[in-house]
T-cell receptor, first 112, second 114 residues
């Protein structure tokens, strides 16, 4: 079993929809949780960062971490065609504090 | 500033050939990483370095070697390429892993092994 599980999608939504992206993990030592966005044929870029449990909001994006359930989420409000990309969750902590472990990525398509 | 630069961006190899991918960073970061990205597999760590002169194995190190002779450069070598090494390779750097967690990635190197 992978340390980090993420539904690969693709997820297709109409413009303006609320998008929910999720990851589950098995390593209870993870403390740092990140979401990266990757456009086609580009390297990933950091979108959101959260330490430990709780919520973090940045504009249209909200990241949630539930350590008790080993579950993290990224919500995108008022989705735009420019949000179409692959979203990768990543996490680190414990013995792997300097190694980010990535999910497989969810491909999102926002239709105009 | 260029950030993280990978060369070459594209390469086609025949089985058994060797090659080296170069990652150069101008951000004075200590930590450098080589990942490979395959469909459905996400990013998998090959090797990493926590400073000049150091290297360590990641999740999928077999068939690869690395060197970090200079702080700004991290080289990934394939001694005898195999079709299973067809992938997109990403180099990434981070100043210190335990603050914002922001890895800076290069644009990727697409390798095809025939």
């Amino acid at each position: 079993q992978k340390e980090v599980e993420q539904d690969p999608g693709p997820l297709s939504v109409p413009e303006g929809a609320i998008v929910s992206l999720n990851c589950t993990y098995s390593n209870s030592a993870f403390q740092y949780f990140m979401w990266y966005r990757q456009y086609s044929r580009k390297g990933p870029e950091l979108l959101m960062y959260t330490y430990s449990s709780g919520n973090k909001e940045d504009g249209r994006f909200t990241a949630q971490v539930d350590k008790s359930s080993k579950y993290i989420s990224l919500f995108i409000r008022d989705s735009q065609p420019s949000d179409s990309a692959t979203y990768l969750c990543a996490m680190s902590g414990g013995d792997s504090s300097y190694k980010l472990i990535f999910g497989s990525g969810t491909r999102l398509l926002v239709r105009p | 500033n260029a950030g993280v630069t990978q060369t070459p961006k594209f390469r086609v190899l025949k089985t058994g050939q060797s090659m080296t991918l170069l990652c150069a960073q101008d951000m004075n970061h200590e930590y450098m990483y080589w990942y490979r990205q395959d469909p459905g597999m996400g990013l998998r760590l090959i090797h990493y370095s926590v400073g000049e002169g150091t290297t360590a194995k990641g999740e999928v190190p077999d068939g690869y070697n690395v060197s970090r002779l200079k702080k700004q450069n991290f080289l990934l070598g394939l001694e005898s390429a195999a079709p299973s090494q067809t992938s997109v390779y990403f180099c990434a750097t981070i100043r210190t892993p335990t603050n914002t967690g922001e890895l800076f990635f290069g644009e990727g190197s697409r390798l095809t092994v025939l």
